[in-house]
Nanobody
């Protein structure tokens, strides 16, 4: 059974950093392209980043380029999203996604 469990969110001041994790079970993450998406209050889902299954290449939305880094640990079957230089507009619930399946999400709040 496919399961995705996000963690690592929290409250951080502008300019701060967080590292999100997504523990996957029921499938092998390196066999699938995986995404991070987010949903800000009152807004729709927004694509943040993606990692290619075979090459491991990563792709980012323009608004996070240079600030966020997506990676995976195949041994732990876990995805990560390192988020630096966080800004209030990054406040959202962050989800990892396989196809159309998402986890429960983790809340990131950037505020002074």
């Amino acid at each position: 059974q496919v399961q995705l469990v996000e963690s690592g969110g929290g409250l951080v001041q502008p300019g701060g950093s967080l590292r999100l994790s997504c523990a996957a079970s029921g499938f092998i993450i390196s066999s699938y392209s995986m995404k991070w998406v987010r949903q800000a209050p009152g807004k729709g889902l927004e694509w943040v980043s993606e990692i290619n299954s075979s090459s491991g290449s990563t792709y980012y939305a323009d608004f996070v380029k240079g600030r966020f880094t997506m990676s995976r640990d195949n041994a732990k079957n876990t995805l990560y999203l390192q988020m630096n230089s966080l800004q209030p507009e990054d406040t959202a619930v962050y989800y990892c996604q396989k196809g159309s399946r998402r986890g429960q999400g983790t809340q990131v709040t950037v505020s002074s």
